[in-house]
DNA sequence: GCGACAG
DNA sequence: ATCTTGTCGC
């Protein structure tokens, strides 16, 4: 383990040796490396993601010259590396009503009172957030660690097997063919977008026209995260906030495109199926990646409407589909109610423009918009006075 | 034994 | 799913 202050004192010294500029906030934290990348070709991105109190944030920081001796210095700061102590340096933006800390300009926020690096508008800036330091023996220290929260204590499968056999048993109520109502009048998308830290997911339905492809009718329904998300039992995950928001809906779809699986799944039961049996609804598996199921991607073709056949288990399970010209294909597969062509037949007329469906796209923004704005915080309250920066 | 694995 | 930045075209 590595002290965080220790850490952070390193990466400034090393980038700002000339301007020694710091500010000592004394403000407990908890995190770990979350990601080392590539950035440009000098350039190498140091991502530290992090839990402090109840905020989710990303601190960063530029590392220029990669290729120059310097960059050796940061290899024992690997991905996965814990880091534990205190902020010491930062300087803190809000952007599109997002916060940042940014440690690259943090010269700039001592020198002038107010940012604007990079051609970003920095509307506030503060270093009182951090005033109401916490007692260290206090201080609730959140393990934010990937393997703990999303893998870790789920890895042994037969921790699951009541949920394998609740899938066999929907296995036998799938049906295959078209059992849509003589007029598709709404069809619905549904997602469910996902707050980390807060350990919130909020549930959305969007209604759409199927004639017009405007929306009609949103439901939405906010619930803790329970279950984890495992490659294979995702319907458990998505399907409880979905039957709630469905609730509340006054008009009833007709037919609902998941952004997931159906029958293209290990046991069959994809969540588009799923949510196709409990609801007795029409449903479209639709999803971005393969789950599982090989394809003939030389013999695809690049245009729209182009499509393989997805076999998994001897079986066609699906359908890679080109729903643009030489874009990367869907995956479509029954969900529930109906065949794999009229399946294809509507998600091509739910792609007019775009690779993803309206209906996903729709729910999709509807779903981001509505996590944003429940766990957004006002972490300026005081500066909305006017006397605030004078 | 190891990799792959919807969102 | 979550997160980031850069580039291009309307």
Known sequence: MIEF???????????????????????????????????SDYDILLLLKCVNGNLNLVYK?????????????FEYLGEGTELHGFLHGYSLTKIGGRIDFRFDDFDILVEKKLVDAKGYRVDKWSWRIFDDIPNMENEIWVDNREGNMEVGGYKNDTDFLPYYTLQNEMREKVIKEDRLPSAIKYIAGVDVAYHEVLQKMVGGIVVLDAETLEVVETALHEMEISFPYIPGLFSFREIPPLLEAYKKLNIKPDLIVCDAHGLAHPQGVGMATHLGIELDIPTIGCAKKRLVGYYDKEALGTQRGDSQSLIWDSQEAGKALRTQDNIKSMFVSIGHKISLETACEWVL????????????????????????ERTDFNLFPEDDNEEAFQ
């Not at 990466?11 to 908890?30: C, G, I, Q, W």
């Not at 920081?61 to 210095?73: A, L, V």
């Open 5 to 39: 202050s220790e850490a952070i004192n390193f990466l400034l010294l090393d980038f700002r040796r000339e301007e020694n500029l710091y500010y000592y906030s004394n403000k407990p934290y908890t995190g770990l490396i979350k990601q080392i990348s590539g950035y």
């Open 61 to 73: 920081k530029y590392i220029i010259n990669s290729k120059s001796e310097r960059y050796k210095n």
């Open 349 to 372: 007329k739910l792609c007019p423009n775009y690779r993803l469906p309206e209906t996903t796209r729709a729910v999709d923004h509807l779903v981001n918009q509505v996590l944003k």
